[in-house]
């Protein structure tokens, strides 16, 4: 019935439901069994679609494509849209469908054993693997770390016998520093902006570049966080929010000036009056947009490790501690060292006549050539 009425559709869609249904297609290819491709891809012309509510076990939908496929039926990205918010069906829960109808015993549901229900157990808990995840590599990784914890549990536990995934070693997709380019950033500096709300995002901005303050922490920044040492200089104490580990930050011109320029707009303690998280990040993207380029707040941060502390010859140990990381490592994937950056060490160890006063030994190497052994018996 549902091949037929598609028929008379430009479009068919598979809404829900996974490869634990299906239906029985007879037609002049052939008599097919389909679990998840909707029965307009037999109609030339038919869009047909997987939509957010369904779950993808891609093995077996590799396998019906083929199947369809080698009987004569075309299926090309032309006439087969998979939503990137379908769910996928991994095969840990087939294990756990399976487990569990074993568990109940009598009182079993009587599941196909196929992972559905796990799947959307997943879905409701927000830790499923969707479609689109598979352009995202970093998301990926964190779904493959969390099979390997799952699976290592169960042996220990007595639940697997062995785990089938211990030859399984996920590489960590490398992350890239997220920092402006210089001249982006000196054109968000120099150019003014007319809208009085950019102009707040944008000095905000600028504060969080010249002291690496996150939002959350820029957001409940106190007066008593900022004080001034036996020298004169004004510096930020203040407790991550997100680590809880100190950031401390001695604070330059320009924040000092942004300061004084917010101050009798200052509520409370607060140092500045923050606008709500969703309303900052739309104002960020305008303010992005203004300009000529893409911009997140987060950014800002990354510009503090990169551009105004290691490029400049702050140590990375100090710009740990600045930006509050509970490890180097974390630091490294905001401050990274520049071209730039490396000229000028260069020049600097050019400079210090270490290689013009080292001399380099000279040998004389004199080749043979290489004779021919004789094999000798055993």
Same mark, same amino acid.
């Given at each position: ?13 598979? %809404? ?14 052939? &008599? ?39 009987a004569g039926v075309s299926i090309s990205p032309e006439n087969l849209y998979i939503s990137d918010r379908a769910m996928i069906c991994m095969p840990f829960h087939r294990w756990q469908d399976q487990m569990e109808e074993d568990r109940l015993g009598a009182a079993q549901y ?25 352009? %995202? ?11 390997? &914890? ?30 402006? &380019? ?59 929010? &997100? ?9 330059? $011109? ?36 203004? %300009?000529?380029? $893409? ?13 105004v502390t290691l490029s400049l010859g702050v140590p990375i140990e100090t710009v740990s501690r600045m930006m509050g990381h509970m490890s180097i490592s974390t630091t490294q994937l905001y401050a990274q060292?520049? $071209? ?39």
């Amino acid at each position: 019935m549902v091949d037929y009425l598609s028929e008379s559709y430009e479009v068919v869609v598979r %809404y829900q439901g996974g490869n634990n249904a299906g239906h029985t297609v007879i037609n002049e290819f052939g &008599k097919f069994a389909l679990n998840l491709l909707p029965s307009g891809i037999f109609r030339p012309g038919t869009i047909n679609i997987l939509g957010p509510g369904t779950v993808i076990d891609l093995e077996h939908l590799c396998g019906e494509i083929e199947r369809l496929q080698k009987a004569g039926v075309s299926i090309s990205p032309e006439n087969l849209y998979i939503s990137d918010r379908a769910m996928i069906c991994m095969p840990f829960h087939r294990w756990q469908d399976q487990m569990e109808e074993d568990r109940l015993g009598a009182a079993q549901y009587g599941s196909t054993r196929r992972g559905i229900s796990p799947v959307y157990g997943d879905k409701a808990m927000k830790k499923t693997l969707q479609m689109g995840d598979l352009f %995202y590599p970093e998301s990926l990784h964190e779904h493959l770390y969390r099979l390997k &914890k799952m699976t290592k549990l169960a042996v220990s536990q007595g639940t697997l016998r062995r785990d089938p995934y211990c030859r399984l070693h996920p590489a960590l997709p490398q992350r890239k520093s997220r920092h402006m &380019k210089l001249e982006d950033l000196k054109k968000l500096m120099e150019t003014p902006v007319e809208k009085p709300q950019l102009q707040f995002v944008r000095d905000m901005f600028l504060f969080s570049t010249f002291t690496g303050l996150a939002y959350a922490d820029l957001k409940r920044l106190k007066t008593s966080d900022i004080t001034q040492s036996e020298d004169g200089a004004w510096w930020i104490h203040i407790r991550r929010q &997100k680590t809880d580990t100190l950031s401390s930050v001695r604070l330059l $011109d320009i924040p000092l000036r942004i300061i004084e320029k917010y101050r009798n707009q200052q509520q409370g303690d607060n140092v500045f009056n923050v606008y709500r998280r969703g309303y900052f990040i739309l104002l960020t993207r305008e303010l992005g947009k203004v %300009y000529g380029f $893409d911009l997140t707040f987060h950014q800002a941060r990354h510009n503090f490790g990169t551009h105004v502390t290691l490029s400049l010859g702050v140590p990375i140990e100090t710009v740990s501690r600045m930006m509050g990381h509970m490890s180097i490592s974390t630091t490294q994937l905001y401050a990274q060292v520049t $071209d730039k950056k490396v000229d000028e060490d260069m020049k600097i160890l050019k400079a210090s006549g270490f290689c013009g006063t080292t001399e380099l030994c000279e040998e004389d190497f004199t080749t043979r050539k290489g004779r021919k052994r004789t094999p000798h018996a055993i």
